[in-house]
């Protein structure tokens, strides 16, 4: 039951972490970014990628054996080898996060410069179709994520033996509960007043002496930082990368669907809207039993699940649960500035 | 209803003959259309300058091509010395000059509060890493709430703090925009029609009110009104479009006797 | 240098297709100003039906009929859609989270579809392609033929409309400028309904010869979009002819391009898409217009 419990926890700290950037990126700012995917899986790869084969050169396995070809027995040895060794362990996870943050900012950085100046429904086409290329990289390539079959990676809390699994679950949950501040704080400072109005006006933001272009930048570069967090997380949560799994419905559009229930603007809004439909759909894995009669595989009802309550969504509840909420003056001076009024 | 603002400041020493904004031989074309045509003027400092002309004539798009929004095809824009010529808007706003525009464009979702407490040139809680920290920016906005009060009283909204932009009438909206240019500090506003759907005692409070931050700052204002019976007597300067082009220039006194102005409006 | 006949008839029956897709998805854009997410989706959906009637023992252009029925009643539901939320003001980011909503339903019909043939008949079509049920003229095969008349004939057809009909008129008048349509009293909402519905079904049709002579599974549809996206950027975001042309060079690029490389990198073919997505991004950084833009303003010059 606590496995369960658990288990319910990570999957939502993970989407989580890609809902409160969606929103930083499309509540706040007005980025317009259907592909959500594209840094996940680029976080997704790099996890694939490195942490292995920094982990083959730093035990000096032989190099005759190639990660990606010779999967399952390179991962024995090295969880062997890792699961005496924490700081090892722990350094390569930080090694991974790094490099994915570093990688990530500086493609979200060169995507930006072509992507912002496109109007904005293009500018969702252009994401959307991003992600579509890396996956198709991605699950074609097999010395990079094990091609169509997926790969499986070293696990960075293999020391703990039994309680692995517990050891990055906690450290997914602590990852997401600063993420989630640093948004907060973001969200409740000026920058975050800033964002909004290049949301509603980008020409009298500039108007005002705001340099628009830079500023949505930023905020791209970051945001792309963040969801290659996510899917570097992801990836480790799993112990395997299967990138065929990064599909534009589950790390996409279900983020959306999570966003606008919850409340555009409203990270509180975005955490209960994420939370509600993580727990539905884990629901939904559960119920499955019940349906299994269906001649068809039950993971398609998913989809027209996630369709009809968008639908729902945006006849009846545009605006979500709790609706983006206005500053009252008197309440940011004593709260946030501890001003007397 | 004297602002505390303006006890701060001192009575500007007016250097009489220094010219703050210069635009020389300026053209602006859509396609084969000359919105306008070979224009050259200039802004002393501590000037209230008047831009009258039909519509059409091309006034807020000389305020356009002043603030940057539009790139001119031929001439040149100087400013304090600068060539700011097709500079992007937010440079000019940081060099010293702001606009307000003919039809009002607040930040609808955002109060009124926070549309004028958006209109700082520093504020360090703007910066990406910096705004991760409250102490680095409580002081700034500490002193900015309070510039913002201050205006709000100028411009008789104090009531309307915490109302969204979007729920604003016409007037009050014009109102918004004037309290956002002051909010900025400019050397130089440019205000595209800023008392058009305000009743004629508070326009003339208004009007009243930046002549006095011309007298304390030396601040010039680029003015494009219709309404002439109101404005004409605090402006020191006025200029004429017609289609594009300068067709007059001169004191109130002056233009106002030009048989040419008469033709013009009558057409 | 020698090209294998079949790259010439894939590089053919692929710029046939494409082009058409193409074009279908700028004038569905231009038209309601909406980018229809669900329209490479509807358009490949069609391709389970040139199945179906393939598996009934029938010849597989049967299909091409039910084809434009089908993408035709989608496209039309997918535009009732958007135009009563845009009555109620829902702002373009929902707008195309509405088109998500088909593009969902019928990528999930799609594959309970392809389930349900496994379950039930124990048919494997997780990848099927149909040529051997194809025709021959004159030892070529027929798809060469039929995706040759139907695209060019339809646009040729298309731009007699166009031109020569009222109802072609009043489209031009609606994409030029929808509120004087209006008000000079077309019944927007009428034509774009038809419009769109002929649309969709002429995607239909594109979309159901697709498996004539290649490979189809269920995320062809994802994959195209990618060069439809590609093929309309590269002719000009809104213009409909540049897409037309848009389409046969990307078309063009993806297999011609990956032809040559292969012989270096015979890994590359799987990678085709990945070009047109790199082509795409190209011509925005260096010509965001597209051709027809480019054209435009040496015109203007």
Redesign the interface.
Known sequence: MIDLLFDILIFFCIYTIITISLNFQ?GYTGI?N?GLYFPIIIGALITAFLPGRVAMLIYGINSKLDFSANNALVVSILKLKLSSDPIISISLLFLTLIITVLVCYVIGFLIA???L??????L???M???G??LR??GM?TDWLAGGVMGIIIINPFGWLKDFSYYGIGIFIILLTIIIVL?HQ??CN??????L??IR??E??????????NKIKR?VLS?SFAILGIGGVLHAFSMSAVVIGGYT??DFS?WP?LMM?VGGTGNNLGVLLGTFSLVIMRRIMIIAKHFFLFL???IV?????L???L??FT??FK?KGILS?K????KK??EK????KT | MVSPILSLGKNHKQEKNKKLLIIENLSKRFGSFYALQNISLSIPEANIVLLIGPNGSGKTTLINCI?G?YIPEEGKIWFNGQDITGK???EI??IGI??S?QIP???????V??NL???S?N?P????LN??S?NL??KY??FL?DKMFNILKVIGLEDK??T?AEELSGGQLKLLELG?LLM?DSKLMLLDEPIGGINPLLANEILFYIKKIKDAFGTSFLIVEHRLDIIMKYVDYVHVLFRGNLVASGTPEEVTRKKELYDIYLI | MFVPLAILLTLLVYSFILSLLAMGFTLQYITL???N?AYSTLAFASTYLTLTFTLMGFTPYLAMPFAFTLGGIISFLVYK?ITF?RNRG?P???L???T???D??I???M??YA??LA??FKLYVGSFCLTEYDFKIFSYPGILLVSAITSIGLVILFTFILVKTKFGIAMRAIMENYNLACIDGIDTEKILAIAWFLVGGIAGISGSLYPIWFAMDPWVG??M??SI??AC?LGG?KSIYGSLLGGFIIAFSEIFITYFLSIYFP?IW??R??IS?VI??IT??KM?TGISGYLQKIRGK
């Open positions: 499309q317009f259907l410069y072509p992507a100046k496109l109007p904005v429904d293009y969702a086409l252009f959307l179709c991003a579509e290329s198709v990289i074609q640093i704080k973001i400072s000026p920058l975050g007043r800033l909004k109005s509603e006006n020409l009298v933001a500039e108007c005002i002496g705001k340099n628009v930023k970051f534009r419905v559009f959306w606008i001649p068809f595989n398609w009802l998913e989809p027209i996630l369709a009809l968008l639908m945006l006849i545009p983006e206005p500053l009252e003056i940011y001076m946030t500035l501890k001003l | 603030s929004v992007p808007p937010h706003v940081k702001s606009r525009f464009e607040p930040f609808k979702k955002l109060t509060a926070e407490l958006l209109c040139l504020n809680g703007e910066s990406f705004s991760l409250k920016w409580k906005e500490k709430i703090i915490d969204l956002r900025l | 100003n909406v980018p997410l859609f939320l829902t373009i980011v929902g195309m989270i509405a998500i909503v088909f969902l339903i990528y999930a019909l594959n309970i389930d349900y379950y039930t994802a994959r979009f990618i996206f590609a950027v975001l890994w799987a990678y898409a990945v997505m795409a991004a925005l950084v965001p």
